[in-house]
């Protein structure tokens, strides 16, 4: 309502020109205010009801696991042009399993190449270091280095530690995400990709210095994974592959799964995302990028993460239970939410004191995956795909939406936004719309009494 409609309002009712320029301006600011007051009530709603998916469709409205694993193989035909394999986890055990694929057939035991889900078992291996005291998670990190030394900052790099490095909190600034190397070119030792990343992601600044206050913030880093791998060789002597085989891989029971040169008769094509067949790019950054597994044995892996059968310990002896708790206790947040742990993603808390985690992975040009697992009871999932560059994470963020009710964080920046901001905006304007009404109809009734 603009101020002169006051003034004429004012004069009618037979208000003085001063009076009624008092009335205008109390209007404006009673008309601004009510407002930015309903306003500011619509995203506090909007922002709870994306959080608990009010619009949200379940992708089993049955709660059944098999209805869920026909919803998400509708995605995979609606959209895909490359393979998948899921497995379906209930009290620790697969109850759904699902293969798909243009190219040879997949199956449990096809590998796949897991992008930064790779992480996740690289965490582990060094939880292992400080489980034996081979190194103390909250010293710098470079009392472990023998190769290669941060560059200088304008921060203390000494308060670069190995637990803010596996929750990427330590103040690297570099972003990376890592392209891979096509076959016939050189790739750079570990040493070379820490000095000089030559394959970093476009988006990425690609050089791993310390460019924020160590602990300050979460920031998302490959080039602290590079740091982790080679804090793993330097302090066992030995090759990052052979030691992740020897500490975490072959005692799990995951005996398909390797970081480097996997058996090319299992590996899963790989797919664009057009659905022509795409390049199979290789790491230095294995530690970050680089696990190849299957089905069959990240199965394995999730059903470590808890108590198994005949009293096996969570952790299966390789963790203890204690550092699994703290793996997926918070220690990094964003928007004031917890976003991680120590090498795990941190998706929706379960309700019953934790949080459903995990890692998901993207590689170029349109590798995806996730593994997923609510502590509390023992249900998870896996999703590998080539040929979608996010497909995996949907339906990922589907099953913990389904699990728990909540709609974590990076399905609703990466996946709801579009109609969570329409809802806003379509709200706003109607608040708008109907303080406009009734101021209307509020000088309607005042020409009326005039």
Known sequence: MRAFEFHVIARRVGLSNWE???????????????????TVLWTVLVGIGARNGWLRPDASRSGDAADFITSASAKFAQGSKGN???????QGEPVQRYFASH????????????ASMSKWLTAWGVMALAEEGRIDLDAPVSRYLTRWRLPPSAYDNEAVTVRRLLAHTSGLTDGLGFLGFAPGEDVPSLVQELTQTTDAMPSADGVVRVGAEPGSEWRYSGGGYLILQLLIEDV???????????????????????????????????????GTEATHYTFAATGAASLYTSAADLTVFLQAQVPGPQD???????????????????????????????????????????????????NFPAINTTARIDPATGNGIIVLTTG???????????????????????????????????VFA?????????????????????????
């Open 20 to 38: 009624g320029r008092v009335c205008g301006e109390r209007g404006m600011r009673r008309f601004i205010l009510t407002c930015v007051v309903l």
């Open 84 to 90: 998948i394999a899921i497995v379906l986890i209930e």
């Open 103 to 114: 190219g040879k057939p997949v199956d449990e035991h096809t590998l796949f190449q897991a």
């Open 236 to 274: 066992t002597q030995d090759d990052f592959n052979t030691y992740m085989k020897a500490a975490v891989l072959e005692p799990l029971g995951m005996l398909s799964s390797t970081f480097v040169d996997p058996d090319a008769a299992q590996l899963a094509d790989i797919f664009a995302a057009d």
């Open 312 to 362: 096996a310990p969570a952790g299966r002896g390789v963790l203890t239970a204690d550092t699994l708790q703290e793996m997926s206790t918070p220690h990094a947040h964003l928007f004031n939410q917890p976003v991680w742990g120590l090498g795990v993603s941190l998706y929706v808390p379960n309700g019953k004191g934790g949080y459903v985690f995990g890692h998901d992975g993207q």
């Open 388 to 422: 979608s560059s996010t497909l995996a994470r949907e339906i990922g963020g589907d099953w913990t939406f389904w699990q728990t009710g909540k709609v974590g964080l990076d399905t609703l920046i990466l996946f709801d936004a579009p109609y969570i901001l329409m």
């Open 426 to 450: 379509l709200g706003v304007i109607a608040i708008v719309f109907l303080i406009v009404v009734a101021s209307l109809l509020k000088r309607r009734r005042m020409r009326r009494a005039g």
